[in-house]
């Protein structure tokens, strides 16, 4: 076994290595059936044996050009991991994935590898892409339940206080970053649990809460205090409103912001406020988070009969057609305005989607929706679409075709159109400099925002994105911060 100073395993290929590696047919990576897997919320993928694991692994040419890390938004080495985990290492591969990621059971499940280290493996040019995510989760779960989730040490204690504002994976990296800096952290959230959208979104056939649990163990182990139920900008504490400002007064020294984007946008078309038509966080949030961890409020569960449709196409939009069949529905339809070629989500979601039987309807939209006399949703009005010239997206415009209207009937509509920045924090906070779409203006180099002592990163900056993401600005943000600690 390898220890964490092993020199790294990398080794180029020669000709006649790779030669042979290519021989070696890609394994198959077993999910649940669909039909069984859409009677419980549970991940869809099945364990991995150590043998196909390696097998896998074995697969890496080893490129010297490393291009799958350099298109890791964390820099992971996975050439180096793959060689240890070959070798049997599989700890040491787990560490190799932890020296540059903080959550790689997390990103190892949800990144859209195909966009970002699968897509540049080239493997994929002649035969399959590696599947790297499923070894960079396989190699740290089997960590975890080997020897628990690896504690890193925190430094002697600086005497700095930090808050940070977000339990998302932003919040949550800042917080390890620097608790294991020495600094004291408190962690204030909205919800009653941290975890961010990793819980109060994306559902558990993707990520199980367990592993959003265990991480949020860690975090407290390590140092890590968590405020739930307190919704800075508004709620209160001791007398004093919750605001940046007040952060300061109460004795905090830096302040990072990862409030994320996950004000739900409506369409704007006749009949969206009747019963039944429901926006995809709201959705996902009733359906799949049990009610114990909910505000009483969010404790009304969905039933949403057995037409479902979802607006939408990306990652949102697969988690709501997948929920719906999970609640039961018999035909779930996801209709999105362009073809499939240009949705933004993760193909690997849309063809477990399609593999559990959603149907797809490409080129449409609605334009109105129509009640019963009980006002609840029955018909949803679309007319179709043809493609037309690339709009500010890069993608081709819909654009509606006269005298092409159609109706789907339905009991449920979900929402899933996208998400924006909601504004409760940067209107209590002065001299905090926005985009238009309320986005917070960052250094890119450091996270700091327009006030001092106050940092951000995550979709709060970036608007909707992921998780790999809001990591990688953590890091950089976390870094800064501990800086801009020791100077002050
Ligand atoms: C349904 C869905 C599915 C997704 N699937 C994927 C996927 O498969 N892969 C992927 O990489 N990405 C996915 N994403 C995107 C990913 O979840 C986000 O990019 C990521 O969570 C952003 O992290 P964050 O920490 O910036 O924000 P969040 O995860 O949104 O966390 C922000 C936290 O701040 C809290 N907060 C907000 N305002 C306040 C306030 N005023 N006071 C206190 N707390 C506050 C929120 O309650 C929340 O807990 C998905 C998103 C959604 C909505």
Known sequence: MSDDNSPTEKKPTSAVDRKERLKIPPQVIPKRDPKERIKNWDEIYLDLDIETAQREASRCLQCPAAPCTKACPLHNDIAAAFALLEQGDIIGAANKFRETSPMPEICGRLCPHEQLCEGACVLGKKAKAGAIGRLESFVTDYQRRQQGWPTPDAAPPT????????????????????????????????????????????????????????????????????????????????????????????????????????????????????????????????????????????????????????????????????????????????????????????????????DEGVQFTYLAAPIEFLGDEHNHVRTMRCQRMQLGEPDASGRPRPVPIPGSEFDIPVDTVVLALGYRVERLILEATPGLEANKNGTLVIDPATGATSRPGVFSGGDAVRGPDYVVDAVADAKVAAAAIDEYLRRK
Request: a neutral charge; hydrophobic letters at 40%; glycine letters at 12%.
């Open 159 to 354: 005497g700095r206080k930090v808050a940070v504002v977000g339990a998302g994976p932003a919040g949550l990296v800042v917080a390890e970053e620097l608790a294991k800096r020495g600094h004291t952290v408190v962690v204030y959230e909205a919800w009653p649990l941290p975890g961010g959208l990793l819980r109060y979104g994306i559902p558990g056939f993707k990520i199980s809460k367990r592993v959003i649990d265990d991480k949020i163990r860690m975090l407290e182990k390590l140092g890590v205090t968590f405020v739930t139920n307190a919704l800075v900008g508004r709620d209160r504490v001791a007398d004093k409103k919750l605001t940046v400002d007040n952060l300061f007064d109460m004795g905090y020294d830096a302040i990072f912001l990862g409030y994320g984007a996950a004000q739900g946008v409506k369409m704007g078309v006749p009949g969206e406020d009747l019963d039944g038509i429901i926006m995809a966080t709201d959705f996902l949030v009733r359906s799949n988070v049990p009610p114990e961890h909910l505000p009483p409020e969010w404790c009304r569960p969905v039933e949403p009969g057995d037409r479902v449709a979802v607006v939408g196409g990306g990652d949102t939009a697969m988690d709501c057609v997948r929920s719906a069949l999970r609640l039961g529905a018999r035909e779930v339809t996801c209709v999105y305005r362009r073809t499939e070629a240009e949705m933004p989500g993760s193909a690997r979601e849309r063809h477990n989607a399609a």
